[in-house]
């Protein structure tokens, strides 16, 4: 039974907001087109196999969603009619499982359980007709998983080729706490200044380690999911393990060997450390990591180019906002006495904080970290004055 997805079809792949432009770039350097930009994420089209690759590659996208259907649904059932007309039996095992997620808004249904029931009705309804037996259904995301878009009367039907969001890589087995998500850590990496083949990367107040363990992949040219054993185009009709297996020996050709001294992951924390080296060993990557438990003042600074990486508490989730100011004010100062040459950043999501570390910005760049309004500080620790003395 020949699947709709060897041809290329529209693809959907999602990211948190502000972080669309990154995404685009990573989507281009993969030689896919980049049809329109979204404040949350970025349109392109593939076959099967190239959202294979997608999902294998990207580091900062969240699920990567193939088409089956748009059209207009003014009613559950002209939702069950729009969703029925897809031929779900090229794409669904009748012996297997899947689940429906779903962005419902629209005036037509007041419940979003109700919208995802009739949704798996329609699949199931036309798997059974086609092939006698229906199709088994529920809440787990670990097998093939549709997503249903339904604003206004605005209707679109994808097939999530992802599954799990990318944002579970598949090595964080032991979190510390309040943990940034792995691709936001990916495009807070990327918006630095930083040489991925040979600028050092220090990361105080490491935590469980995403930050180094993020740029650790990076810098080894290791996709961040390699870990990860299952995807939603895993359980779909037509998936080709030796595909899938050709992909990843392609890109196992392309590792880089990294000097174990370029990243340093610190904490004044020994469960942190214990967490983030095991989370290190699970990435493949702990052989490159320099860990250390210490102050993150006194984290060592190597000399030669690179950067140093802060994401302190920032009192929404842990502490007390009056207890951090000290604290922000000591990185100011490890900034200015250690890392002289470097570039110093800190990710924060309280600016007021950040007037206490005493130095000025060269560029603020805005995240999101979950539903908090953060941003990018980052700090040109220059030795001596820029200004050049009058001729």
């Known amino acids: 039974m020949d699947s709709p997805l060897n041809t290329a079809v529209p693809v959907l792949i999602t990211c948190p907001l502000r972080m669309a432009a990154i995404l685009a770039e990573e989507v281009a350097a993969l030689g896919f087109p980049i049809i329109r930009q979204h404040p949350a994420g970025v349109e392109t089209e593939a076959t099967a196999v190239g959202a294979m690759q997608l999902n294998l590659h990207l580091r900062t996208g969240t699920r990567v969603l193939m088409r089956l259907t748009i059209g207009r649904a003014n009613s559950p059932d002209d939702m069950y009619r729009l969703v029925n007309g897809v031929e779900w039996e090229s794409l669904l095992p009748d012996n297997g499982y899947f689940s429906v997620i779903s962005s419902v808004d629209t005036p037509s249904i007041d419940n979003t359980m109700y919208a995802n029931m009739k949704c798996k009705d329609a699949i199931a309804d036309r798997i059974r007709s086609r092939c006698g037996k229906r199709p088994d259904s529920g809440s787990d995301t670990s097998k093939a998983v ?82 990860r054993s299952n995807f939603g185009f895993m359980h779909l009709r037509g998936f080709s393990r030796n595909q899938w297996k050709s992909l990843r020996t392609n890109a196992e050709h392309t590792f880089c060997d990294v000097n174990p001294g370029q990243i340093t992951a610190t904490d004044i924390s020994s469960r942190a450390i214990e967490s983030a080296r095991h989370n290190a060993e699970m990435a493949g990557v702990k052989d490159i990591i320099r860990f ?97 003395p009058s001729e």
């Open 146 to 227: 549709v997503f249903l878009y339904w604003h206004g009367s605005f209707c679109s039907v994808y097939v999530d080729s992802s599954g799990e969001p990318l944002s579970k890589r598949g090595w964080r087995t032991m979190p510390f706490a309040a943990p940034m998500r792995e691709n936001l850590a990916a495009a807070v990496i990327r918006s630095m200044r930083w040489n991925s083949a040979s600028g050092l990367f220090i990361n105080p107040m490491c935590g469980s380690g995403t930050l180094a363990i993020e740029a650790a992949l990076m810098a080894r040219n290791i996709p961040s999911v390699w870990a």
């Open 292 to 388: 250390a438990k210490c102050d993150f003042a006194e984290t060592p600074v190597p000399l030669g180019d690179g950067v140093v990486a802060l994401n302190p508490e920032y009192g929404e989730r842990l502490g007390i906002v009056e207890e951090l100011e000290a604290e922000y004010r000591r990185i100011g100062d490890f900034f200015k006495q250690k890392c002289i040459g470097k570039f110093g950043y800190i990710f924060t999501g309280n600016l007021d904080l950040a007037k206490c570390v005493g130095l000025r910005p060269k560029r603020r760049i805005e995240f999101f970290n979950a539903d908090i309004d953060c941003r990018l500080l980052e700090y040109e620790m220059y030795a001596g004055s820029k200004k050049r």
